[in-house]
């Protein structure tokens, strides 16, 4: 392993939020104003992930006052503080960028409803004898 990879190596996120593209997140990260530090949430439609080793980004994409509005997030930044999961969507796609044509109800992503299977088997077993 070469010295690069090592460094690399060291700054990655143990801890890696999972989520994938289609799903609404939201996403606190710090900002710094002069000397102070503070939070800030970020929250909209993960449309694109780039997965690239220690450069993986993800592209968030939100309705401000009517105006669409994409940030750029390297997961593994010290700055993004957490990434919260709010709503997994159901895509077919990689990239949603068609996403930035879209307007109104047309620019809603599916919800992915997911199911826990219960052990419908050993129930229906138990009431037999």
């Not at 993960?46 to 997961?75: C, D, H, Q, W």
């Not at 992503?109 to 299977?117: F, G, R």
Request: charged letters at 30%; aromatic letters at 6%.
């Amino acid at each position: 392993m070469n010295l690069v990879q090592a460094i690399q190596a060291e700054q990655v996120k143990s801890e890696a939020p999972e989520f994938h593209v289609g799903d609404t997140v939201r996403v606190s990260f710090k900002i710094v104003e002069g000397k102070t530090e503070r939070i800030q949430a970020y929250e909209g439609l993960v449309i694109a992930m780039k997965n690239a080793g220690i450069g993986k980004t993800f592209t968030v994409r939100k309705n401000s006052y009517g105006v669409g509005v994409e940030r750029v997030f390297p997961l593994n930044s010290p700055r993004v503080e957490k990434v919260e999961v709010l709503r997994r969507g159901k895509v077919r796609r990689a990239k949603l960028y068609y996403i930035r044509t879209k307007v109104g109800k047309k620019s809603k992503v599916k919800e992915l409803i997911v199911s826990s299977k219960t052990p419908s088997s050993s129930a229906s077993a138990a009431g037999k004898n």
